[in-house]
């Protein structure tokens, strides 16, 4: 388990076999490089990195901004990548855009390859497509999903 390690995830640490995998990846979220490079602006799940800039603005911005960057807007995909996600939002007090949309059809909230997403978690009664103008998702400090005006300025937040 994570915490049966120290800290500073010292190298040569117990369990740094070298592997791929869990064991891995434990050691590297506790390395002083990732800490530091993390703090505070992104969270590692598995092999995804979520970081954010503190830039603000609307959809089309902080997907250009993200792409620009070598990454993509923040796609969570499971709960796990939710909770980073929500974790960021927390810490920085301020709402993000998902890399989720339905402007191509109304209803139908898709990545921005245009697959159907394979997860939500959308705040209940969401999404309402409130006056009839919102094809974008923001989350809540929550972790809870809204869909919003693309054209609000949120904070920006990429996977990478
Ligand atoms: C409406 C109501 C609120 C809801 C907002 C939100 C806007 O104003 O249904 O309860 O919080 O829409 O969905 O994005
Ligand atoms: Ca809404």
Excluded at 84 to 98: C, E, P, Y
Aim: proline share 5%; glycine share 12%.
């Amino acid at each position: 388990p994570k915490g049966d390690r120290g800290p500073t995830g010292e190298k040569g640490a117990k369990g740094d076999t070298g592997d791929r995998g869990e064991c891995q990846q434990n050691n590297l979220e506790l390395s002083p490089y990732f800490l530091a490079l993390t703090f505070p602006n992104g969270k590692i799940v598995g092999d995804k990195i979520f970081m954010t800039s503190g830039y603000e603005g609307n959809f089309d911005d902080l997907k250009k901004k993200c792409m620009q960057a070598g990454g993509q807007l923040a796609s969570p995909r499971n709960n796990e990548e939710n909770a980073a996600v929500q974790q960021i939002v927390f810490t920085h007090d301020k709402s993000v855009f998902l890399g989720i949309n339905d402007i191509q059809t109304e209803g139908k909230f898709t990545y921005l390859d245009g697959k159907p997403i394979v997860y939500s978690n959308w705040q209940p009664g969401e999404p309402n497509n409130d006056k009839g103008i919102e094809d974008c998702v923001q989350v809540f400090s929550t972790g809870k999903w809204n869909d919003k005006s693309c054209d609000e300025r949120l904070l920006i937040l990429c996977e990478f």
